[in-house]
């Protein structure tokens, strides 16, 4: 007897089902970019029981005859592609021909659909993949499915399915990712007989991001684009502040198409840059137009994967946009940035209204000699908000003409010291401090190991560092920015990530070196201040390119305006 048989066409169906079909939000989805290919202007979800009892989806487009109603039966019939060379240049959601075969296969499905300019609709009832009946019936132009009781025959699918709440949470969501990118198409979905969701149609798509965002990331995104004929990139991008453990609140489409990629993923993060802290993910939405001969969309059956030919590229690209698009956001302590144009409206992005006066550019330089403190002198030019005062030896508390400003100086001093140890790094023009007397350093001997093999790594950063014998060595001379700097702690931790793998050398030294380097010589909480020392530190952090975040990420100061105060204290009801 044959080990190997064929297996029943009931069987096979049920098997390709599961990879199209995961839970009632795959149908939901599934079902809209039908009717999105249908060019249908108004689509109605409606939902029992998270969609286990009935998932129904109308909508007004064009329609189909009795022919189609039963072709589209048909594993692999469809109307978007008639050769293999068309899979090279795919326009439409749908394509593959098998999300209906597959809902027919796994429940009890009912279609009435009605084309253009006909008097009659037909309607075709299936259950379990078995066609029951298919008759003429009055019906509305467009098309009406539903699925009911899904899974019914398959139990185990059936049991793995969460609860109705949770479901009904996936789909609201499918429906507000699908509904995002056609601002023109009324999307309505409710739950029994309540309405959960009605985004009407509007030519403004950013009244649809306080659905997809909370209220005040929305009000806050900043928007931008930019791109030429075969690549096109439009960005709406909310601060860095409300940024979420999750990346639930990311959202990417390509040609319309909402997909998840972790390539696109991580440009947008390479676009926020050091406004993120690690493993936080921001709320943006990323639209990408390109040329559909650059993509590959034939990668799975739910088509939420594409390949990109090009895929550096895009990287770049995404990124760039969204750098440039937070640029006005990162600029509170400069001099009056420019803001960004939205290219193909003509809009300008409106920034936040600069906290400092306009005061002549300012070049921190890296002296040679030692310093009496860690903040040098202030400028006689700078105008400073008036600063209140130190709290807790940790914040500095300025009042504005708005309210009030804390800022936490370290970070402050963390991010000055790290943008110019950068300059100076990758010019090579790092100072050296030599210091009078050799600091001796004890380490372990698998640090000892690392030091003797891969020690010529530190030199490269200004620190010079001689093996004296044993596992003793000598600090002779480090860079003269960082001279009151913990320098046991920091080199322990530059020998850790040595051992970890880490690349800290090359052409240019990784930004790795130099946070860590700028987290050990920035002044550190809890170290007093005074009046001079608070009001250049303000001025030196308004001249940073990122004065917002620290290289790690973290805020660096925070506002509250008179409004918030009076609300605090109940002035304002």
């Known amino acids: 007897m044959n080990a190997i048989r064929i297996l029943p066409e009931k069987v096979a169906s049920q098997i ?77 959601f749908g394509f593959r021909g098998e999300a209906i075969p597959s809902m027919a296969a796994v429940s009890r499905l009912e279609i009435t659909s009605l084309p253009d300019k006909a008097l009659l609709g037909n309607r075709v009832t299936i259950s379990g993949g078995k066609l029951l009946s298919i008759e003429e019936v009055g019906a509305p132009q467009g098309t009406i499915v539903e699925v009911k009781n899904l899974f019914f025959n398959i139990p ?199 906290i400092f006066e306009s005061v002549e550019t300012y070049v921190s330089p890296i002296v040679r000699e030692p310093r009496p403190s860690p903040i040098k002198a202030p400028s006689k030019d700078f105008k400073a908000p008036e600063i209140i005062g130190q709290l807790g030896n940790m914040y500095l508390l300025c009042q504005m003409d708005d309210g009030l400003l804390l800022v936490d100086q370290h970070a402050a001093h ?28 004890e380490f372990s001997l698998k640090e000892k190991g690392i030091l003797l093999e891969k020690g010529h790594v530190l030199a490269q950063l200004g620190i010079e560092l001689d093996h004296f014998g044993g596992n003793t060595f000598l600090l002779r001379a480090v860079p003269a920015l960082l001279k009151d700097a913990n320098w046991q702690a920091l080199i322990s931790e530059f020998i850790s990530k040595l051992d970890e793998g880490v690349p800290l050398e090359g052409t240019h030294l990784t930004d790795e070196a130099i946070k860590i380097m700028a987290c050990h010589g920035a002044i550190r909480a809890g170290q007093h201040l005074t009046p001079p020392e608070m009001v250049d530190l303000m001025r030196q952090l308004s001249e940073m390119d990122l004065p917002t975040n620290c290289p790690h990420g973290r805020p660096i100061f925070k506002s509250f305006t008179y409004f918030e105060l009076n609300k605090l204290f109940k002035r304002i009801v």
């Open 156 to 354: 185990a699918r059936r049991k793995f399915l969460k609860t109705p709440r949770t479901e009904m949470n996936h789909i609201m969501d499918t429906v507000l990712r699908a509904a995002m990118p056609f601002s023109k198409i009324s999307f309505c979905l409710e739950e029994g007989e309540r309405e959960i969701l009605h985004l009407p149609a509007s030519p403004n798509p950013r009244l649809r991001l306080s659905h997809l965002m909370d209220r005040a990331a929305g009000e806050s995104v900043l928007s931008g684009e930019n791109g030429r004929k075969d690549l096109h990139i439009a960005v709406h991008a909310a601060p860095a502040e409300f940024a979420r453990k999750r990346a639930d609140r990311l959202f990417v489409y390509v040609n319309g198409r909402n997909i998840k990629d972790r390539f696109v993923t991580k440009a947008i993060i390479e676009g926020y840059g050091q406004r993120l802290m690690k493993g936080r993910y921001p709320q943006a939405l990323v639209f990408i137009n390109i040329d559909p001969a650059q993509i590959d969309i034939n990668v799975h059956p739910s088509k939420q994967e594409i390949k990109f030919q090009n895929g550096q590229q895009v990287f770049r690209a995404v990124a760039a946009v969204f750098h440039q698009t937070l640029r006005p956001a990162t600029h509170s302590f400069s001099k009056g940035p420019k803001p960004f144009t939205n290219l193909k409206s003509g809009e300008v992005t409106q920034t936040e209204p600069s």
């Open 414 to 441: 963390e991010r000055i010291v790290y943008e110019t140890l950068q300059k100076s790094l990758r010019s090579a023009k790092i100072e050296i401090q030599n210091l009078l007397l050799p600091y001796e350093m």
């Open 16 to 92: 390709a089902a599961g990879e199209v079909i995961e839970r009632p939000a795959s149908v939901v989805r599934e079902l809209i970019d039908n009717s999105i290919d249908a060019n249908a202007d108004r689509i109605s979800v409606k939902i029992e029981r998270g969609g286990k009892s009935l998932i129904k989806v109308s909508d007004n487009g064009t329609g189909m005859g009795r022919d189609d109603l039963l072709l589209c039966l048909e594993r692999h019939a469809t109307s978007k592609i008639k050769t293999a060379s068309d899979l090279s240049r795919v326009t439409s």
